[in-house]
């Protein structure tokens, strides 16, 4: 069965400083990959997809992934991390049968 | 693009009595539609998946009689949550599939509704 595992449930870093949030997978074909981002008591926004291509995909408000499937991961970067940024990230793989997985999520929290 | 909308977005309601949760999308057609429950400081849990048209199809250990769920058209599925009892306190949110987008998975989520029973 399809899993997605996020190793981090808090990380907190500097206004400024680089973001990385880890993600790794499970599945049997090459995967349909999202992260997905939710602020307190709101919906989900995705930030970003991979499909195939280019294993680096640039998303909205300036994050990125790189898809690795040697390492069956699709971290989450961001060279320069601002306040608003603090929130809750979830990683998902889609699973077939339209059904998205999630990880658990990872809460970032920024100081300044 | 790719908006979907829920309403309520809050709801307190008594021990016993129904909810009924909207979810539309906006600006495309969703020809499924998923409805999510989460609890505080929790991932989403599937609870079903709507098509338009036909039945929902519910994943294991939810009570499709208790969450009742209607995807009439291609813009509009809605939760009912009959009978509704304090342990059905939770965050529900719904996402939905544009139609063009089918084989790939992408859902695009609604800002969720808190739902309080008392």
């Known amino acids: 069965a399809q899993s997605v595992t996020q190793p981090d449930i808090h990380i907190t870093v500097s206004e400024g400083a680089s973001l990385e949030l880890r993600c790794n997978y499970s599945?049997?074909?090459?995967?349909?990959l999202f992260w997905y981002v939710q602020s307190p008591g709101q919906g989900l926004q995705l930030l970003l997809k991979?499909?195939?291509?280019?294993?680096l995909v640039q998303g909205i408000k300036g994050f990125e992934a790189e898809f690795k499937r040697s390492q069956s991961s699709f971290n989450l970067r961001k060279p320069s991390v601002h306040w608003s940024d603090a929130a809750e990230y979830f990683c998902?793989?889609?699973?077939?049968?339209?059904?998205?997985?999630f990880g658990a999520g990872t809460i970032l929290r920024v100081k300044s | 693009g790719a908006v979907v909308s829920q309403h309520p977005s809050w709801v307190i309601c008594k021990s016993g009595t129904s909810v009924k949760i909207e979810c539309r999308s906006l600006d495309f057609q969703a020809t499924t539609m998923f409805w999510y429950r989460q609890f505080p400081k929790q991932s989403l849990m599937l609870m079903a998946t709507?098509?338009?048209?036909?039945?929902?199809?519910?994943e294991q250990g939810v009570e499709k009689d208790k969450f009742l769920i209607n995807h009439a058209s291609l813009t509009l599925s809605t939760l009912t949550v009959t009978s509704a009892h304090p342990e059905d306190s939770s965050f529900y949110i719904c996402?939905?599939?544009?139609?063009?987008?089918?084989?790939?998975?992408?859902?695009?989520f609604g800002p969720g509704t808190r739902l309080t029973v008392l």
């Open positions: 709507s098509n338009e048209g036909s039945k929902a199809t519910y």
């Open positions: 996402s939905a599939r544009d139609r063009w987008l089918a084989g790939t998975d992408t859902q695009y």
């Open positions: 998902a793989v889609g699973a077939g049968g339209n059904k998205l997985v």
């Open positions: 599945y049997g074909a090459t995967p349909y």
């Open positions: 991979y499909f195939s291509g280019d294993t």
